[in-house]
């Protein structure tokens, strides 16, 4: 197994360079952590204000108890043997502690609700954002580092939201106030201890880009380990099929690996804050003994003064401390946020404009003016095509894999703009229309069914949410699919598991048909469809759809040239070029690539 792990991590590495995750290496943008905190904005007139008082309440009572303590139970109370005073003291107190347990419970409660809704705003903008993204956003990144995007990122940001953002301004607060009461208190000593402080903040300082650094790197390898997570588990049929546990599970360690030792080193350097402030609590804590007791001796301070000035030190390391907790969360949530706004920032590169007219109506007359498209800079997938598909006609895009058939079925949606030339329907170019109100008037069935959890029935109605449960099954009939489906034991009711695993491939797409028809859609494409249905379902599907396909453009691409028999016009395709074009006959009698591609798969399917 040794031999094979030079190669596991390498192709770790290939697998990996396809994805957009970087590490954003920018400095710290208060800017940008203020665009986060705006997502509390909603909030600001209930939640956020109930919170803050809370905050004031407990932090006043929080900085009441110790002159209560000192000056007045040690140096009056007790010095003055005064037990009426005392007993007041007590109560008073006592009361101020029970005051700071409920202002402290209402303010966790209603924190944490604020951080909820905060976590459950800032999530689905994210979701909807990436559901209105381009195709092409969808080509450069694994679905496992989108997830980590929505999933990871985002509750990484809790803490700072129910916790992090209250303590901040109740640690400042508390942090000013023992500031002044140190001082009225003591000058003298409050000087000698602060000199340790320049000493703490340069050390800080210098840690706080090596920890940020470090959280993207965390957010960087779980994004990793997600896309290898997802594509596992999604291609564990060709693993086993392959017998490649032992390969897949050494990748797996690897880059489980990798995200345990990025773990680790965050969490290290995020571990030195702490210690640091101990240390210089410690350092604070011997000046406070030493010089403390020579100002008893001298009697610039009294005992009772003293001990309120030992209580208001340990208040004044804790917020200190705290406030470097906050700090690590604010570096773990600018890490985060920079990867969520990359999202958030990212535009569809198709986009409408703002004048864009709502397309309704339509009678399904497609037109390519001289249009080009290159998925990338290397080649073009597309070479100047012009053709006109007119209303209600069946078409069929023929040609080897690779010469653009599925190209030319996807600027019909829209799903991609053309480089140059325009793509028009009803004589309106595509781009002068509303993207929803085009791909209403379009439906597309692809060899590649996707089917979501749910009942069958759930499924079907997808295409038309407003359609009824009977005309589902009418189209459900229409295709063909009644039969498996009303053999099932809960018939259109049954459960059916991600992607449709219970069902077989052939009548996962008979439900896809199924789905498509129920949308009436006024444009029909068929991408592959019927490559996995068998010889008697595909009979099926094409005596439904003659009747179907009445007043309905439809687009068929179809390496199984038997079904596109009787479309009304061929186009054959080649590198991203027509070089043949007419019906069946015409083509057949030509005796060109069309007449070439029918006779080999025609001795193909005599030889098998």
């Not at 693993?239 to 050494?250: L, V």
Request: hydrophobic share 45%; aromatic share 10%; glycine share 6%.
């Amino acid at each position: 197994m040794s031999k094979k792990q030079p190669r596991v991590s390498e192709n770790a590495i290939k697998r990996f360079e396809y994805s957009q995750d970087q590490i954003i290496d920018k400095p710290f943008n208060w800017g940008q952590m203020l665009r986060l905190f705006s997502y509390m904005k909603p909030y600001r007139k209930n939640l956020l204000p109930f919170s803050m008082i809370m905050v004031l309440i407990n932090t006043a009572v929080r900085l009441i108890i110790p002159l209560l303590i000192g000056v007045y139970t040690l140096d009056r109370a007790i010095v003055n043997k005064d037990a009426k005073l005392l007993t007041t003291l007590v109560v008073i107190i006592s009361g101020l502690y029970v005051a700071s347990y409920i202002a402290n419970f209402f303010r966790i409660k209603w924190m944490n609700q604020l951080g909820q809704n905060v976590i459950y705003d800032l999530r689905k903008h994210l979701f909807t954002h990436v559901q209105n993204l381009s195709h092409r956003f969808f080509d450069q990144r694994s679905a496992g580092s989108i997830l980590v995007r929505i999933m990871n990122d985002i509750n990484s940001l809790q803490e700072l939201f129910t916790n992090g953002v209250i303590n901040l301004l109740m640690d400042v607060i508390l942090l000013i106030g023992v500031m002044i009461i140190l001082f009225t208190l003591s000058p003298e000593l409050t000087l000698a201890i602060m000199v340790i402080l320049p000493i703490m903040f340069f050390i800080s300082t210098s840690l706080r880009r090596n920890i940020r650094k470090s959280w993207q790197v965390v957010r960087l390898k779980q994004s990793k380990l997600n896309s290898h997570l997802n594509e596992s588990i999604q291609g564990i049929r060709v693993t086993q099929s392959f017998t490649q546990e032992q390969e897949n599970m050494a990748f797996f360690d690897g880059v489980n690996t990798e995200n345990f030792q990025s773990w680790r080193e965050a969490s290290r350097k995020n571990a030195m804050f702490r210690p640091m402030v101990e240390l210089t609590n410690a350092v604070g804590t011997a000046v406070l003994i030493w010089f403390g007791a020579s100002l008893i001796q001298n009697e610039s301070i009294t005992i009772g003064e003293f001990v309120s000035f030992a209580f208001y030190l340990g208040m004044f390391w804790e917020p200190i401390s705290r406030l470097g907790q906050v700090y690590n969360q604010l570096l773990m949530g600018m890490a985060s946020s920079e990867r969520i706004f990359e999202f958030l920032d990212e535009k569809p590169i198709v986009s409408q404009k703002e004048t864009a007219i709502e397309l309704e109506n339509i009678q399904g007359q497609i037109e390519f003016d001289q249009v080009e498209f290159a998925y990338d800079s290397n080649r073009k997938a597309l070479k100047g095509i012009s053709l006109e598909m007119r209303a209600g006609q069946t078409v069929a895009l023929v040609g080897h894999t690779g010469s653009g058939k599925t190209t030319i079925a996807n600027l019909i949606s829209r799903f991609y703009d053309p480089t140059s030339g325009t793509i028009s329907i009803d004589g309106t170019d595509l781009k002068d229309v509303s993207l929803k109100s085009l791909r209403k008037q379009i439906g597309v069935v692809l060899q590649d069914t996707f089917i979501f959890s749910g009942t069958i029935m759930e499924n079907i109605l997808f295409g038309n949410p407003e359609a009824s449960e009977e005309e589902a099954k009418e189209a459900a009939r229409a295709v063909g699919a009644n039969g498996f489906i009303e053999r099932l034991p809960n018939g259109y009711e049954t459960e059916v598991e991600e992607r449709g695993n219970v069902l077989s491939v052939g009548e996962r797409q008979l439900i896809s048909f199924a789905r498509a028809l129920l949308a009436d859609p006024k444009i029909l494409i068929l991408d592959e469809a019927t490559a996995s249905i068998d010889t008697e379902s595909e009979q099926k599907i094409q005596n439904a759809l003659k009747t179907l396909l009445k007043n309905r453009t439809a687009v068929i691409i179809a390496h199984r040239l038997s079904t596109i028999r009787e479309a009304d016009q061929i186009f054959v395709l080649d590198h991203g070029e027509i070089i043949e074009q007419g019906n069946h006959e015409q083509l057949m009698n030509l005796q060109g690539e069309y007449y070439s591609l029918v006779r080999a798969q025609f001795t193909m399917n005599t030889a098998s």
